[in-house]
Nanobody
Framework: QLQLVESGGGLVQPGGSLRLSCQAS????????IGWFRQAPGKEREAISC????????YYADSGKGRFTISRDYAKNTVYLQMDSLKPEDTDVYYC?????????????????WGQGTQVTVSS
């Protein structure tokens, strides 16, 4: 069974950091572009960052530029999203997703596999 499992969310104070993990089981992420998305209740999923399967090219939404870093660990079949200098407006449920393509993909509807989501809450 193909699965993505996110972890690493939680409650953090403004200015703090979290590292989200997206681990795949049942398939290797080597050939998949991976995206991190956020979703607020009643809103569409928004791409925060993605990393291509081919050359490691990366995309960051303006909201995360300079604060978030996406990376892969091929040995662990895991993609990470390091989130620094967190702000209250970063609060949301964060999802990782995978699509078999060498290109960067920002549209949620192009992704084939999704994790269950992990809650990130930034509050004092």
């Amino acid at each position: 069974q193909l699965q993505l499992v996110e972890s690493g969310g939680g409650l953090v104070q403004p200015g703090g950091s979290l590292r989200l993990s997206c681990q795949a089981s049942g398939f290797t992420l080597n050939y998949y572009t991976i995206g991190w998305f956020r979703q607020a209740p009643g809103k569409e999923r928004e791409a925060i960052s993605c990393i291509s399967s081919s050359d490691g090219a990366q995309y960051y939404a303006d909201s995360g530029k300079g604060r978030f870093t996406i990376s892969r660990d091929y040995a662990k079949n895991t993609v990470y999203l390091q989130m620094d200098s967190l702000k209250p407006e970063d609060t949301d449920v964060y999802y990782c997703a995978a699509v078999m393509t060498p290109q960067l993909v920002r549209s949620a509807d192009k992704y084939d596999y999704w994790g269950q989501g992990t809650q990130v809450t930034v509050s004092s």
